[in-house]
């Protein structure tokens, strides 16, 4: 898990930067320096399954709930992943895009955190909290982001 808490980070920067890109390019801008399409590697979590079950009791609490978490986040970014190359990016999916970019930014955000609650990271936050959760991390990561920039208020098919 060592390396997906190395690597899920800069995904995020460049989720990021994507969702920057696609909100200029709805609004009729073009910013050079940051993609309007990038597709993350999936994280890797195929390892976690077995080891869990072999030593599930001697997580703690928050950890035992963390795992069962992750699975879940982890499939979900998969979904944002496998939407994300399907969608070709223009001006009739621009808002598309944008959300899959939120939606990908909400759940790796919490993603990364319960990631560190089963390492014992000292990054972890316990709070239950999705918002305060995911404006540490953005906050962490220096991504001029927040929880309300997340939030999808269009209408759109996911």
Do not use: H, W
Request: glycine fraction near 4%; include cysteine.
């Amino acid at each position: 898990m060592g390396d997906e808490l190395g690597e899920l980070p800069r995904r995020l920067r460049m989720m990021s930067d994507t969702l920057s890109a696609l909100n200029s390019f709805k609004s009729g801008k073009i910013q050079k320096d940051k993609p309007i399409k990038y597709i993350p590697r999936s994280t890797s979590l195929y390892f976690l399954k077995t080891a869990t079950e072999a030593s599930f009791s001697s997580f703690n609490k928050d950890q035992r709930y963390a795992i069962k978490s992750l699975f879940a986040q982890s499939s979900g970014l998969d979904d944002y992943i496998a939407n994300m190359k399907e969608t070709n990016v223009s001006k009739e999916t621009a808002q598309e895009c944008i959300d899959n970019c939120k939606r990908y930014l909400y759940t790796g955000c919490c993603m990364l955190n319960t990631m560190r609650i089963v390492v014992s990271s000292p990054l972890a936050t316990s709070i239950a909290d999705d918002e305060a959760t995911i404006n540490s991390v953005l906050s962490e990561l220096n991504i001029d982001l927040n929880f309300e920039d997340l939030i999808i208020t269009s209408t759109s098919n996911l």
